[in-house]
């Protein structure tokens, strides 16, 4: 393929996706597609030896992968979150893709580098942040885009875990002065296994680690999340090597939906510090996964401050709302926070993958990440910023480019309308289910987020009807559907439907028995 033949086929695409948009609602595809696993591999011809002529590729496009999507944007997708999507942030990936550069220090591509610094600072402002998580602000505040909030916790639980290794080791009269007495003997005998280690570094071949990363310290730490934090917290605590304990979580009188409370978090310090236990860290959740509660960040911040604990903030799905100033009540207490992540690629009509974290000090972040070799350097490197000291990978795309089209093409305003959009249709969902004796509604609606309390009869049927798709949850042993609004595409009437046909198969599956 030459570039004349890509000017082709690449305008021919674009038409395809417009297409794809345009008849989303009007077409004949559903929510989820109708394959079994398997389906592809019946189609799939044998790796090609010479080359496939674009007619022929685009010909295969309806049969062999579309037909077997599922349509996240079509208007009665109700499952998971929503990934939401725009004609600027496409046109972002494609000159991402279209440049390919990888900017993984300011040399290898200034302008990827920078723009994501700026429009991060953007983000601070338009999300009423704290100043301080600027990378133009005097301090060691910074932000970076991650590929996912997965990614950022799993960085989060690294960066803490350095940072109370290294406060035990430098400063142990830190930990000593928060600490009961029995911790004070953890650590003695933690720092006299890290000078055995120490010397047997000296006839080791092995690198010695840098000794902020000593796995000697960090066996008695212990992380906490509330019960309904995402399964991702697990996945980043099991994979480095760090006890989670989930705390169960309470019925928030606010919100109406489930958080941790203070009290439970010190219940919780108090009760492991006494069992020599090293509390180091909370991965507290604005937006719960299951029913959207909210881990009162000005309740639980002090209490992390005051005992020396990183207070990391998954704000995933909830983070986007806060472009509106009547959700800022979601970040109080935001001043506390040491690291918080939102992924824009959920509510910020930016498609995947776009994951903004900030860190109020990344300076000892850039410290713990550091491997440095010549290959790498550059001699900008005193002044300039090298995103990867503060991520998992080297490698990194141009993910910025979407918040900066996507901002300047849509506007604030609309963003902000899109948000106030899904907040209402969950309104009206919420309206119909407690006008109907037949439902309850398991939590208040809270955002995008609605949930009605059902069986998994019901949540099996609905999806294999197939004309709405949505997905359950379990709350303290309560099993619910869960419906999210989604779609940028859903209207009033796609509610109004979504209810209709629960109601229907409900009549049908459940009352019929
Ligand atoms: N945290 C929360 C609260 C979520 O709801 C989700 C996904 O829906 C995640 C984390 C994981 O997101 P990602 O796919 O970006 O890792």
């Known amino acids: 393929m030459d570039s004349q033949d890509f000017r082709q086929a690449g305008k021919r695409m674009v038409d395809y996706v ?13 929510p989820l597609p109708p394959v079994k696993p398997g389906y592809l591999d019946e189609l799939m011809p044998e790796a090609p030896t010479k080359p496939d002529g674009w007619d022929r590729i685009f010909q295969d496009l309806e049969p062999m992968i579309m037909n077997g999507n599922t349509n996240w944007h079509h208007p009665h997708f109700f499952a998971y979150f929503p990934t939401a999507c725009s004609y600027p942030a496409i046109a972002a990936d ?28 953007w983000l601070v402002d338009l999300l009423n942040l704290p100043q301080h998580f600027k990378n133009a602000a005097e301090g060691p505040g910074c932000g970076i885009i991650q590929s996912t909030a997965s990614d950022a916790t799993l960085i989060a639980i690294f960066a803490a875990r350095a940072t109370a290794v290294e406060k035990i080791k430098v400063f142990p009269s830190f930990f000593e002065r928060v600490a009961s007495s029995k911790v004070g003997e953890t650590i003695k005998t933690l720092l006299s296994k890290v000078r055995q280690n120490t010397v047997e570094e000296e006839t080791n071949e092995c690198a010695a680690l840098p000794y902020y990363h000593d796995p000697t310290v960090f066996e008695k730490f212990v992380a906490y999340c509330s ?28 919100l109406g939906n489930y958080a941790l409370t203070k009290e439970t978090l010190e219940k919780a310090i108090k009760e492991d510090r006494a069992k020599g236990l090293i509390p180091f860290m909370l991965i507290a959740t604005v937006g719960t996964t299951s029913t959207c509660g909210v881990d009162h960040l000005e309740e639980i911040g002090p209490v992390c401050n005051k005992e020396g604990i990183w207070l990391h903030v998954d704000a995933a799905y909830a983070g986007s ?17 040491d690291s918080y992540n939102f992924n824009a690629h959920k509510c910020l009509m930016m498609n995947f993958d776009c994951s903004p974290m900030w860190f109020k000090n990344g300076a000892h972040i850039v410290k713990y990440f550091n491997v440095d070799p010549l290959y790498l350097k550059h001699e900008h490197q005193a002044t300039a910023s090298d995103y990867r000291h503060l991520q998992v990978a080297l490698g990194r795309r141009f993910r910025s480019l979407k918040i900066w089209f996507v901002l300047r093409s849509l506007g604030v305003a609309r963003l902000q309308e899109y948000l106030r959009g899904l907040d209402k249709l969950a309104g009206v969902f919420a309206e119909l289910i407690q006008k109907d004796e037949d439902f309850e509604l398991f939590v208040p609606k809270h955002l995008g987020l609605k949930n009605n309390e059902e069986n998994e009869k019901l949540c099996n049927a609905l999806n294999d009807d197939g004309r709405i798709h949505l997905v359950p949850s379990k709350v303290h042993g309560s099993y619910f559907l869960r419906l999210a609004i989604c779609s940028q595409f859903t209207k009033e009437e796609d509610i109004h439907f979504a209810y209709k046909v629960i109601k229907e198969i409900k009549e049908k599956e459940i009352d019929s028995l």
């Not at 440049?99 to 429009?119: H, Q, R, Y």
């Not at 709302?321 to 926070?337: D, N, Q, S, T």
């Open 18 to 30: 417009a297409d794809y948009w345009d008849e989303l609602r009007t077409g004949q595809r559903r």
């Open 94 to 121: 494609i000159l991402s893709g279209g440049i390919s550069a990888v900017g993984f220090t300011w040399k290898s591509c200034p302008s990827m580098t920078e723009l994501e610094m700026s429009t991060l600072d």
């Open 227 to 254: 019960d309904q934090a995402h399964s991702s917290v697990e996945k980043g605590a099991m994979l480095s090597g760090i006890r989670l304990r989930k705390l169960t979580s309470s019925l928030d009188e606010q």
């Open 321 to 337: 709302f806060l472009i509106c100033p009547e959700f800022h009540y979601l970040a109080k207490g935001m001043e506390f926070v």
